[in-house]
């Protein structure tokens, strides 16, 4: 009787390390696994932060493209405008010379009308006598 209560003892002992055994690597690859996906995620946060400062870098390139198109811009607006008062300049003293011209012919053509008028008068005058 006490050889065959050993034994079931025993047997029960060896059954309880198998199941520890089996707890054991259950848990080894429990931690393996979380092993993997700490490293895994280490490594997604890493390309992430790679994209986000590749991305970052983009921006500032663009940004400093569009700058120097904003400045190319301005230089553009400045010369239109100069061009454009240059212009403008040009022709208000193009029509004062022209008013002035105009005046004068005016007057000229008043003259003449005055002086025909005068000569048709005395054309007429002594005809009349």
Do not use: W
């Not at 120097?68 to 607006?77: F, I, M, W």
Request: proline share 1%; net charge positive; aromatic share 4%.
């Amino acid at each position: 009787a006490v050889v065959s209560t050993q034994s079931g003892h025993y047997g029960r002992g060896a059954e309880r390390g198998l199941l520890l055994l089996r707890v054991r690597d259950e848990i080894r690859m429990t931690i393996a696994a979380y092993q993997t996906l700490y490293e895994s995620s280490v490594a997604f946060g890493m390309r992430k932060a790679l994209q986000a400062e590749q991305g970052k870098t983009d921006m500032q390139r663009k940004i400093e493209e569009l700058e120097e198109e904003k400045k190319d811009l301005e230089r553009q607006v400045n010369e239109l405008k100069s061009k454009c008062d240059a212009i403008e300049k040009r022709e208000a003293e193009r029509r004062v010379v022209e008013e002035k011209k105009h005046a004068e012919e005016i007057q000229f053509l008043k003259r003449t009308n005055q002086q025909l008028k005068t000569q048709l008068e005395g054309i007429i005058q002594p005809s009349k006598k």
